[in-house]
Nanobody, 126 residues
Framework: QVQLVESGGGLVQAGGSLRLSCVAS????????MGWFRQAPGKEREFVAR???????????DYADAAKGRFTISRDNAKNTAYLQMNRLKPDDTAVYYC????????????????WGQGTQVTVSS
């Protein structure tokens, strides 16, 4: 099993920044995809960003349209940690943010990810 623990959420004013972290532990894998998703109240869980790697290389990153130009996903392979740097935050970014991982995911589809964290709340005030 793989355990994912997110941190870094909080309350921020519109235009501000937050950096989310996701630490993986347990039976981690040397290659795969880690993704960030979010779920606002009353809405479906949606893809935000993903990063595919095979130690020590990062193969590619991908973003939802809402995240492009404002969010940056990265990964520290040595620490088994993924990050989501979020800049110029908007009230519409308010949601619970989840980290997910899979050895074989090739897209941002929720059902391709095998392991999920508990989520961290991000609230952006106007």
């Amino acid at each position: 099993q793989v355990q994912l623990v997110e941190s870094g959420g909080g309350l921020v004013q519109a235009g501000g920044s937050l950096r989310l972290s996701c630490v993986a532990s347990g039976r981690t894998f040397s290659s795969g995809t880690m993704g960030w998703f979010r779920q606002a109240p009353g809405k479906e869980r949606e893809f935000v960003a993903r990063i595919r790697w095979s130690d020590p290389r990062i193969y590619y990153v991908d973003y939802a349209d809402a995240a492009k130009g404002r969010f940056t996903i990265s990964r520290d392979n040595a620490k088994n940690t993924a990050y989501l740097q979020m800049n110029r935050l908007k009230p519409d970014d308010t949601a619970v943010y989840y980290c997910a991982a899979s050895p074989g995911a090739r897209s941002g589809l929720v059902n391709e990810y095998d392991y999920w964290g508990q989520g961290t709340q991000v609230t952006v005030s106007s």
